[in-house]
Structure formats: C-alpha cells, structure tokens
C-alpha cells in the first residue's frame, strides 16, 4: 500500500509542482522552506532541536494554525520543559506560526514520501505528535509510529463533503488511523464516523472544538478609536467588513455593496480575501465594478479617510481581529461559493453579528449553534445578503444583541482545550 502511495505521490509532484512555482511567480511570491520541506535542516536549527525533547504540534494552514492557539497556550504551560515545535503546509499558516509566542520553532511541514518523514523524524525523535483537524498523512503517520512516537489528533472533524471520499478508502486507511493513540473530535458525529473508519472506539472522544476557548476580547474605546486611525476609517460611517473572502465571492458582495449605497447607505467596506497575496487582483475587480479602494499595505499616516463608497482591501497577515473590532457587522466568507465556510467565531470573540452563506459544511455545527443562539444568521444567496446587510445597518441594538449573543455562546462551549490536554498529557514525560 505505502508503495503505491508513494509512486502516486511522484507522478502528482510531476504535475503540480510547475503549478506551485507559477502560482509562486503569478503572486510575486518565493516559494521558501524547499529544504525542510525535503526534511533537511540547517545546522543552527538541529542545534535548538537537540538541546531539548520536543512537541510537535501540525496545523496545516491558516485555520487551523488559529485553532490550536489555545492547545499551544496551555501546552507551553504544562510543558514548560518541552520544545514546541509548530509545522504548517502553506506559507500563510508559516507566518502566522511564526509569530505566535509560544512556539519555539516554527518549520514547514515535510513532504510525506516515506524517505523524506523517515529523516526528519529520525533527526528530532519527537516525544509526542499533535495533528490538528484532519490533516493525516500516510507516510508520516507510519514512521512515527514504526519509531514509537504517540499521534494524538486533536480538534478531529469529518465534513459532510469529505466523509464518503474517505468511505471510499477506509481499508487503506483503517492502518493509518490505527497507528493513532488518540482522536479528540469536535462533535458526537465526528467521532463515530472516525470509528466507522477504522479507529479503535477506546481511543475516541469528543472533546469539542477548540475554536469556542478562544479568549474573548474586550474592545476599549480608546483602542477602537486608535483601530479606526489606523485602517483610515472615518469614525461616523458604519463599516462593513467581509472577513476570508475567495474569488468568485468578492464580485457578489462588491455588487451588494453598491447596490447598498444606491439604497442611500452611507457606508465604509473593508474587505479580508482568505489569500492576501490576491490583494492587486481584487484592486482589479473594484476598477472593473467601478468602485474606488486601496490596500492596507499601501496606507500611511497621510492617507485621507475613507469615504461611503471606498474600499479598503486587507492584504496584510494577523489583523483580521482587529479589522472585527471596527465593524458594525461581519460577513464570513467561504460560504457564498462552495468553500465550506471560515471561522465563524471569530467575530463573536469581539462581540459583533456576523453572516454567513450556504456552503459551511466544515463549519457544520457552529454554524447552527449560531443561529440557534441568535448571533449569527445565514443567508442562502446575494439577494438575502443584501436584505439582511440593510435590515442590521439599520438596526445597530439588534447588532450589538448578536454580538453579546455570540461572546456568550463561546464561553457556554468552552472546554475543549481542557479535555483534549487530559489525552495528550499521558504521552509527556519528565513535565
């Protein structure tokens, strides 16, 4: 089995890898980490992960590099001993691991060929494997446990849309999830479809999703006037902001936006894409629907205020929190094409209203317990996103009982962190 893998693994390299530098080239964008993406280290980076044992803690991207902000928090606390070793797949989960205080060393995840994960892991001999969400490579997973290493797959989800892909091959992956100490799933459903896989039903617990024990922020109005100084953003205006946006889904909440404001709102939008370096391709589209903007790289202290009808593009990492704060109302993206959603949380963590589209099938049950709590509400197309925009802009004490509707709705679901540490902790010695 892991031969075929392999061999599939080569002739898929032979096909994207030319995409992967183009795509590189197409943003303007170095493609770094090659090296440790082929499992080789430089001499200053083996010497930092000798001197210690390590932890090693996997996020793919973005989302889930967020998601195990607290896991990381309370396992630096326990484990203060330990390294805390963080990997990611994509350049933008990197830079957000990197300046995330409680790792010590931040890598890019190894391409999983057998002979590339087989040297990385022989180098650190890690003592414990953490892999956040789904994020289960063959290769990886069967070294690790042919040296012994313990694999505990935290914040465990299985999609609506990817659960029959992975039906399809459970005999090929029922080895793979064997080779698993422990599963702590988001929900009762994803836990016993992982069992339905082939986990061991001992091993599995539903733990929670680590998104509700984020801590919630309170926004001083000090700090919200410096917020609005710094994004340029005229303090009498209600803003906008339409947070993980991908393309295809920009050009509908742009046309929402103008027909906005020839309903007569005076309004300020800040848009968020999920990809930053697309931040000239959506400068682009604003010229081509006729609409005024610039990006957030470009803003200085000279820069004029933005006027009803601009557009403010966010093509900067680790602000999105922030840009949440000075929003009157959020809208999630991923949803209004079929991405499967963002998190939808985030904006609650800072007490505002947030909307969302159809496609949230890995947003599944937040996105309900949301609109059950009243904090959020979903829309099923551009028509009812431009009804609700118009309705809540209008009605800023509803907004503000969203918002306290969804910071309360965190704190009621908090805990999982909790119950995930009490299954990663056994596997760490000499804490």
């Not at 303007?28 to 080789?40: A, F, M, N, P, Q």
């Not at 091959?169 to 459903?189: E, G, I, K, N, Y």
């Not at 820069?303 to 999630?332: H, K, M, N, R, W």
């Not at 991405?339 to 969302?356: D, I, R, W, Y």
């Amino acid at each position: 089995m892991y031969l075929l893998y392999n061999l599939l693994l080569l002739f898929a390299a032979g096909l994207l890898v030319p995409i992967y530098l183009l795509r590189g080239y197409r943003y303007g964008k170095s493609r770094r980490g090659i090296r440790e993406r082929l499992g080789y280290l430089s001499a200053a980076q083996v010497l930092q992960l000798a001197a210690r044992k390590i932890i090693w803690v996997h996020a793919v991207s973005v989302g889930e590099t967020r998601a195990a902000e607290p896991l990381l928090r309370e396992l630096r606390g326990a484990c203060p001993a330990h390294l805390l070793l963080l990997t990611n797949v994509t350049e933008t989960g990197h830079a957000m691991g990197l300046e995330n205080p409680h790792v010590d060393c931040c890598l890019f995840f190894p391409f999983d060929f057998s002979w590339t994960v087989r040297r990385i892991l022989q180098r650190l001999k890690p003592e414990l494997v953490v892999i956040v969400e789904t994020e289960i490579w063959p290769n990886f997973v069967h070294e690790a446990h042919k040296l012994g290493v313990p694999l505990v797959l935290v914040n465990g989800r299985l999609s609506d849309r990817s659960y029959p892909r992975y039906r399809c091959f459970r005999a090929l992956l029922r080895p793979v999830l064997q080779s698993f100490s422990a599963f702590c799933m988001q929900s009762q459903l994803d836990a016993e479809r992982i069992c339905q896989l082939g986990a061991e039903s001992d091993r599995v617990e539903n733990t929670g999703n680590l998104k509700f024990d984020h801590q919630l922020r309170a926004v001083s109005a000090a700090e919200l006037c410096a917020f609005k100084v710094r994004y340029r953003l005229a303090n009498q205006l209600p803003v906008w902001v339409a947070g993980s946006t991908h393309a295809g889904e920009e050009v509908l909440l742009l046309q929402t936006y103008r027909r906005l404001l020839a309903q007569g709102c005076k309004l300020q939008f800040i848009v968020i894409p999920r990809h930053p370096e697309r931040g000239r391709e959506l400068l682009a589209l604003l010229k081509e629907l006729q609409l005024d903007g610039c990006l957030r790289s470009e803003l200085t202290a000279d820069s004029l205020p933005l006027a009803s009808g601009q557009v403010l593009i966010i093509d900067t990492l680790g602000e999105v929190l922030d840009v949440y704060a000075v929003a009157d109302l959020v809208f999630v993206g991923g949803s209004l094409v079929p991405v499967g959603g963002h998190n939808l949380l985030e904006a609650a963590l800072v007490g505002k209203p947030v909307l969302f589209g159809p496609h949230v099938h890995n947003f599944r049950e937040i996105s309900a317990k949301l609109v059950a709590a009243g904090a959020g509400i979903q829309i099923q197309d551009q028509a009812q996103l431009e009804q609700q925009c118009a309705l809540l802009l209008a009605d800023p004490t509803k907004c503000h009982a969203m918002g306290q509707a969804g910071r309360a709705l965190i704190a009621d679901n908090a805990g999982a962190t909790e119950r995930s540490m009490r299954r990663i902790v056994p596997y760490v010695r000499d804490r």
